[in-house]
C-alpha cells in the first residue's frame, strides 16, 4: 500500500508540487519505471529464485533454436538460405520480441483483467494507465528470452560472411529497436481488443508469438499469401525480414524492392499511432466488470 501510495503522490505532483498533466510520454515512462522498479525489487529479494527461473527461461526459448540446429544436422539449406543465414533471421527476430515481451508481455492480463474488474484499481490512480498495466507484475525472468537470441545473434555474425557497410552496420541495431517497438504496438492493439473480447488471448499472441516463430524462418519456406500479409495487412515483415534480407544482400519478398529495407522506423511509429487509438477506444468502451 505504501509503494502504491508513493506511486500515487510522486505521479500526481511535479518537483514544484505543481499538479502534473499525464499522458505525456514523459509521464508514461515515469509511471513505468517506477512500477517495474518495484517488481524488480520484489523479484530480487529471492535471488536464487530469480537465478532459477532466469536459466529456465534462458533454456525454453533455446529449445526453439535447437530446432533449426537439428535441421541443419540434416539439410545443408532450408529455402535456400545456409544455417548462419538463419541464424541471423533467427536473431534479429528473437531478439526484437524479447524485448518487447519483457517491456510489454504483462498486457496478456488485460482480458483477466476486464473480467474481474481489477482494471479499476489501475484507473483510480493518478498516473498513465498503459504504463501501469505494461509495467504491472514486470517479469524480469523474461531477460532469458533476450540473451538467448542475442547469443545466436552475435554467433550468427560471426559465421556470416556479408560484405558489411555503415549502412548495414547502423541497419542492425535500429533493426533489432525498431522490431521491438513494432512487436510492442501489436502487443497494445491486442490488448485493446480484449475490453470487447475478454477470452481472445490466444488470438492476440497469435500474432506477436506466433509471429516471432514466423520470423525466425526463411520467408522462402512460406506460401506468398502468407508472406505478404506479414508484409500489407500486419506488418511483421518489417520487423526483421526485409531489413535482416538487405543485410545478406537477399531480394525483398512480395514483389517489394530493396529499400523497403528501410521503412521499419516509418512502419513503427504508424503501428504506435493505430495502437494508441486503439487503446483509447479500448478504454472508453469499459464499463468496469462484465464490460
Do not use: H
Not at 506479414?230 to 526485409?242: D, E, I, R, T
Request: hydrophobic share 50%; charged share 15%; proline share 4%.
Amino acid at each position: 500500500m505504501a509503494e502504491t501510495t508513493g506511486l500515487s503522490r510522486e505521479a500526481s505532483r511535479t518537483d514544484d508540487g505543481s499538479p502534473r498533466t499525464y499522458g505525456a510520454l514523459g509521464d508514461s515512462l515515469r509511471t513505468y519505471r517506477m512500477v517495474a522498479a518495484m517488481w524488480i525489487r520484489s523479484t530480487m529479494t529471492y535471488r536464487l529464485s530469480f537465478a532459477l527461473t532466469l536459466f529456465n527461461s534462458f533454456c525454453v526459448t533455446f529449445f526453439d533454436f535447437v530446432v533449426i540446429l537439428l535441421m541443419f544436422g540434416q539439410v545443408e539449406g532450408l529455402g535456400g538460405f545456409s544455417f548462419a543465414e538463419v541464424a541471423f533471421l533467427y536473431g534479429t527476430a528473437g531478439t526484437a520480441f524479447g524485448i518487447a515481451d519483457l517491456t510489454m508481455g504483462s498486457l496478456q492480463r488485460m482480458g483477466k483483467r476486464v473480467r474481474d474488474g481489477s482494471l479499476d484499481t489501475f484507473l483510480m490512480r493518478p498516473a498513465p494507465l498503459l504504463a501501469q498495466v505494461a509495467a504491472d507484475k514486470f517479469a524480469l525472468r523474461r531477460f532469458g528470452r533476450v540473451v538467448q537470441a542475442l547469443l545466436v545473434l552475435v554467433w550468427s555474425l560471426v559465421l556470416l560472411d556479408v560484405a558489411w557497410t555503415p549502412v548495414k552496420v547502423v541497419l542492425l541495431p535500429v533493426t533489432v529497436v525498431c522490431g521491438a517497438v513494432i512487436f510492442g504496438a501489436v502487443m497494445v492493439i491486442g490488448a485493446s481488443a480484449l475490453f470487447w473480447i475478454q477470452d481472445a488471448a490466444e488470438v492476440t499472441n497469435s500474432f506477436t508469438y506466433g509471429g516471432n516463430t514466423l520470423l525466425q524462418y526463411p520467408p522462402t519456406i512460406f506460401a506468398q499469401e502468407l508472406v505478404r500479409g506479414v508484409v500489407y495487412v500486419v506488418p511483421l515483415a518489417f520487423v526483421s525480414w526485409l531489413p535482416a534480407l538487405y543485410v545478406l544482400g537477399r531480394p525483398a519478398p512480395a514483389g517489394l524492392p530493396d529499400g523497403a529495407a528501410f521503412a521499419s522506423p516509418l512502419v513503427a511509429l504508424v503501428c504506435c499511432g493505430v495502437a494508441g487509438l486503439a487503446w483509447r477506444a479500448g478504454i472508453r468502451s469499459y464499463r468496469s466488470t462484465g464490460s
